[in-house]
């Protein structure tokens, strides 16, 4: 059962553009969320992470919004650059219940920024 | 430079033939986690470790032995590897997971192949 889903396997977006990548969830007990990058042949890097007590959280071009009610979270990229393109992973954990050491991945999403 | 580190970054081997995948992370991180990530799936955690002698296991962590003797290593043994775990495996380590950020750094990856 994937309690974190990404549902757009692959995204293509001009550069300059928006780009938004999304992320639902079923586990209600989930509090704490992150997206990771990856680059091919490279292991993921952390890229933001926002708290159930917010929702949202910005750094720089990094944008996360997170709908608690709808169990959604999404990422927006503001502008998107050619160097964005790579896969993204959308993570939660559940730290409220003391399984912190658990961080549930999604499926990733791969972005193409085109020029 | 603070980094995991994984050995081998590739390899091929054949049905039954014990291997191990070596990890070691230079930032005195407690915790310790294992990742396979296979197409459609995304990131699946197979064991962890919170600490020198405390491992337990992840979604997937049959076919698969760890041990954390030391701080700094977090071998992944597979006692006799099967075509199923053909698969592209992240070690990955943070400093604790359930007071802060989650932040996992992640290795470049080791992907193996089972004949």
């Known amino acids: 059962d994937q309690q974190v889903k990404q549902n757009s396997p692959s995204l293509s977006v001009q550069e300059g553009r928006i780009s938004i990548l999304n992320c639902d969830y079923t586990?209600?007990?989930?509090?704490?969320f992150l997206w990771y990058k990856k680059y091919p042949a490279e292991g993921p890097t952390f890229l933001i992470s926002?708290?159930?007590?917010?929702d949202k959280n910005e750094d720089g071009r990094f944008t996360v919004f997170l709908n608690k009610s709808a169990k959604h979270l999404s990422l927006h990229i503001v502008p998107s650059q050619p160097g964005d393109s790579a896969v993204y992973f959308c993570?939660?954990?559940?730290?409220?219940?003391?399984?912190?050491?658990?961080?549930?991945f999604g499926t990733g999403t791969r972005l193409q920024v085109t020029l | 430079e603070a980094q995991v580190t994984q050995n081998p970054r590739y390899l091929i081997t054949v049905t039954g033939k014990k291997l191990t995948v070596t990890c070691s992370q230079n930032?005195?991180?407690?915790?310790m986690s294992w990742y396979r990530q296979d197409p459609g799936l995304g990131l699946r955690q197979i064991y962890y470790?919170?600490?020198?002698?405390?491992?337990d296991k992840g979604d997937v962590p049959e076919g698969y032995k760890v041990s954390r003797k030391e701080k700094r290593n977090f071998p992944l043994i597979l006692e006799s590897p099967s075509p199923n775990q053909t698969s592209l495996y992240f070690c990955?380590?943070?400093?604790?997971?359930?007071?802060?950020?989650?932040?996992?750094?992640f290795g470049a990856g080791s992907r193996l192949t089972v004949l």
């Open positions: 990955a380590s943070s400093f604790d997971l359930g007071s802060g950020a989650n932040v996992l750094t």
């Open positions: 586990n209600s007990m989930f509090d704490y």
């Open positions: 926002i708290s159930s007590i917010k």
């Open positions: 993570a939660a954990s559940a730290r409220n219940t003391g399984t912190a050491s658990k961080l549930t």
């Open positions: 930032m005195n991180h407690e915790y």
């Open positions: 470790s919170m600490n020198v002698e405390v491992t």
